[in-house]
């Protein structure tokens, strides 16, 4: 069982930057691919990032690549998505997911962070 619990979101000017954290529980957090996730009022979630459990290979939405970069401290049981040059699109609630790497579905979700951008 692995419990993830999101912060650092918060309102930001159109161009500025926010480093989202997500705190996981468990000793085998190092196991789990990690991800982000964000949805939008009236949209459905969608894909923002994801990073295996060494960190060597990340992966990104086509909307977030080059601006947002994700890491993990697997010391520190934490999954971080640096988001810089943000627009008023990226506005939404972002949730941090975990799956093991030999599953496709992720099947463990925080609770979610607003991200609000203003132009």
């Known amino acids: 069982q692995v419990q993830l619990v999101e912060s650092g979101g918060g309102l930001v000017q159109a161009g500025g930057s926010l480093r989202l954290s997500c705190a996981a529980s468990?000793?085998?957090?190092?196991?789990?691919?990690m991800g982000w996730f964000r949805q939008a009022p009236g949209k459905e979630r969608e894909f923002v990032a994801a990073?295996?459990?060494?960190?060597?290979?990340?992966y990104y939405a086509d909307s977030v690549k080059g601006r947002f970069t994700i890491s993990r401290d697997n010391a520190k049981n934490t999954v971080y998505l640096q988001m810089n040059s943000l627009k008023p699109e990226d506005t939404a609630v972002y949730y941090c997911?975990?799956?093991?790497?030999?599953?496709?579905?992720?099947?463990?979700w925080g609770q979610g962070t607003q991200v609000t951008v203003s132009s």
């Open positions: 468990g000793r085998t957090f190092s196991s789990y691919v």
């Open positions: 997911a975990a799956r093991l790497d030999s599953e496709i579905e992720y099947r463990y």
């Open positions: 990073i295996n459990w060494s960190g060597g290979s990340t």
